[in-house]
Each structure stands twice: as C-alpha cells, then as structure tokens.
C-alpha cells in the first residue's frame, strides 16, 4: 500500500483456484430388460461402460463410475432403478438413474400331451371332442403350474365327423407368453353293422344224386350301420351260393362289413333234405293166376324193384289187397311184408275175380310211392 509522500507498505492474501464442479451425466442407457431365468430371477447388467461423462477438470477416462445395485446382482422378477454416480478427482458427485425391467418373456413348457385320441362315432357316424387339457402337464418359469391358462381348440363338447383332426393346445403364462402343441384326435367308426334280418331255416330238395345247392341268401339279409350306407355293405356268405352239399344239416354263415372293416355274423340253418319218393320200377307177384277155383288158399309172394335217390334200399309192403267181387275178409289176407294168402275163388260163373294188391315204397326220410300188381283167379270149369 503507498501513501501520499511515496510510502510503500507490502502484505500478502491466500488464493485458491478450487475445483467445485460435479462432472456432468452426458447420457445413460435404458430402459433395460434382462429376461427371468428359470427361477424367475435377472442378473443386474454392468451398465457403466454405456455410461457417459464429462468434467471440467477430470479427464473423462479418470472419472470414477459406481452402480447400485452391482453388476452381478440377482434380483427376482419386477422393475428396478439403477442408480449411477460420476465422481471426478476432487470428490464433486453427479448421479442419474437406468431403469431396468426383470421381464418374465419365456412361454411356458408343455411337457406331455394325451395322445392319439380315438373317439367311437355314434348312430349319426359323429363323435364329440374330449376334454384334453386334464392330461396337458406344463410348466413355466415364473407362473405356478395350476395358474397357467390351458385351452383347446376345437372345443370340448365340440360334435365332429367320422375323420382325422389335431386339437390344438394352448398354456398361457401370467405373463402372457404363450406356448403351443397338437392333440392327433381321430373320430373313429368302431361299431359293427347290424343285421337286421335274415332268411329262416332254408330247405332244399336234394337232387337225383342226394345233393343240394346253396342258394344265395345275401338278397334277403337286411342290414345296417352308423357310418356306411346300406348298399355300401359287404355281404358274404359261407358256404358260398352254388356249393353243392349232400343230404344233411347244414349252417350257413353271413357277415356283413362295413368300409372301416367292422364286421358282423349271423347264422341260417340249411337242411338238403330228401324229399323224392322212391321210383316203383316194376311190382309183380308169384303166382299172379290162381287156377283152378277150388276154394284153396294160396300163398302169393309179391316182389318190387324200387330205386330212390338217397336210399339204395327203400322198403316196401303190402298195404291193402281189394278185391273186384264181393269176398270174405278171410279170401285175402295180409301175411307178411310182401307175402299174402288169397283164396282160388270166384263168385261169378262169367267172370273173373281180381285181387288187387296196393304196395307201398318208403325210403329212409319217409318219402312213400305206391303201385298196384293184380292176382286173377280165372274162369274155369270150377264151381263156387
């Protein structure tokens, strides 16, 4: 300090150039999402090296970054802040903040589905949809099991045709991650036709050589089925028409099949019966002229060759002797199968008596023919 007279006194003040200014936050990221591992936790990310700085008297590269939470943190799923500080080399503090999200964006697991499904088809050849989602297990990261979402597509309850389809599953997370898998459903014809009549118990004549031929029944037998028409049907027959079957009891078996393969039988009842009387070739009887009239009886023995188509022995016999004049139940008797004891009579002095005797061919199924063979006792010079 000088005064007026030139006097200089001299002193000293302390000064300090002092840096007092916090850095400045220049940018930060964000928001940040870190997806929900399969606790349903995130890792906090290191997010200090996106984060930008400036100082007035700190170099950028010496500027002190710091986070909280730390990198490396686990945190379970929600929204946080991250809270970034800057400190330059004479302590001045800036802060700023990053949002972060822990993020639940994993779908759902389905681990096991039902499957192949077969549904029977009804008398409408339809089937309904089953409810699946019962039998869908799933999990997920965050959601607990009993909370995820299922559903179906088509619905349970749903009323298809006979075919093939895929229902199609659906397990939602709270998040609302989804997730997806099939069902193979088949509504399936498994129901057998109904036969709803059949011819009944068939008899066919047996032929000259004791056989018969299957007729063809399938005409007369009526079915029905749920799913394929009626004249769609496979009808068959064992034995098949045109089979030719000797004399006997027989069972035809039908089955009708529809175009899935089911199939159903019923049984006819067959019989090739015999039903030909035997053939009467010749009757003849020995001795056929009873001479003279003398009142005698006389054995007559009749013989008759037969032939039948299934019996190679029918058996034959007398069944009546008649007479053309008026006689004795005594004068003609039957004795015997083919044997009888006629008397050498005659009532009339002009004419002739005729016995007539009536034998009857029976083979095994009781099939009868008859033929007549006449006895004469002659006019002659024999009184009555």
């Known amino acids: 300090m000088k005064d007026t007279a030139g006097n200089i006194a001299t002193g000293q003040v302390s000064l300090q ?20 591992d399969g606790n349903c936790q995130g890792v906090v990310p290191n997010v200090l090296g996106s984060v930008s700085a400036s100082d007035n008297c700190t170099p950028a590269g010496q500027l002190i970054k710091e986070q909280t939470p ?34 639940d964006v994993t779908a759902p697991v389905i ?102 031929v299957v007729p063809n029944v399938l005409g007369n037998v009526i079915a029905s089925d749920n799913c394929t028409p009626a004249n769609q049907l496979v009808k068959q027959q064992v034995p098949a028409a045109g089979t030719v079957l000797a004399k006997g009891s027989y069972t035809i078996t039908v089955s009708v099949q529809d175009t899935a393969g089911n199939k159903t039988t019923q049984t006819i009842a067959l019989t090739i019966a015999d039903t030909t009387a035997p053939v009467i070739q010749s009757v003849t009887a020995n001795p056929n002229v009873l001479s003279p ?71 095994a199924a009781g099939n009868s023919s008859t033929r007549t063979v006449a006895v004469t006792v002659p006019q002659g010079n024999g009184k009555k």
Do not use: W
């Not at 089937?127 to 099991?145: E, F, K, Q, R, Y």
């Not at 099939?182 to 057998?192: F, K």
């Open 111 to 212: 681990l096991s589905v039902p499957g192949p499904i077969t549904v029977s088809a009804d008398g409408n050849c339809q089937g309904v949809v089953p409810n699946v989602l019962g039998n869908v297990i799933a999990s997920d990261n965050c959601t607990p099991a009993s909370q995820l979402v299922k559903q179906q597509t088509p619905a349970a309850g749903t009323v298809l045709d006979k075919g093939s389809y895929t229902i199609a599953i659906s397990v939602k997370d709270a998040a609302g991650n989804v997730t997806t898998g099939q069902v193979s459903l088949i509504v399936a014809d498994v129901t057998a036709p109904v036969i709803l009549s059949v011819p009944g118990h068939i008899t066919v004549s047996a032929d000259s050589n004791c056989q018969g």
């Open 17 to 36: 150039v002092a840096d007092v200014t916090a850095p400045v936050i220049l940018s930060v990221p964000g928001p940040i999402t870190v997806s929900a």
């Open 70 to 103: 730390a990198a490396g943190t686990v945190l379970v799923k929600g929204s946080y802040t991250i809270a970034v500080s800057v400190k330059d080399a004479a302590g001045n503090v800036a802060s700023g903040q990053v949002s972060l999200q822990v993020a």
């Open 293 to 363: 009239p003398n009142h005698q009886m006389v054995a007559v023995t009749v013989s008759v060759v037969a032939s039948d188509n299934c019996d190679s022995a029918p058996a034959s016999r007398i069944i009546s002797i008649t007479c053309n004049e008026q006689a004795l139940a005594a004068d003609m008797q039957i004795t015997g199968n083919l044997t009888a004891s006629l008397a050498a009579t005659r009532n009339s002095a002009s004419g002739s008596r005729i016995y007539t005797i009536t034998v009857q061919c029976t083979d």
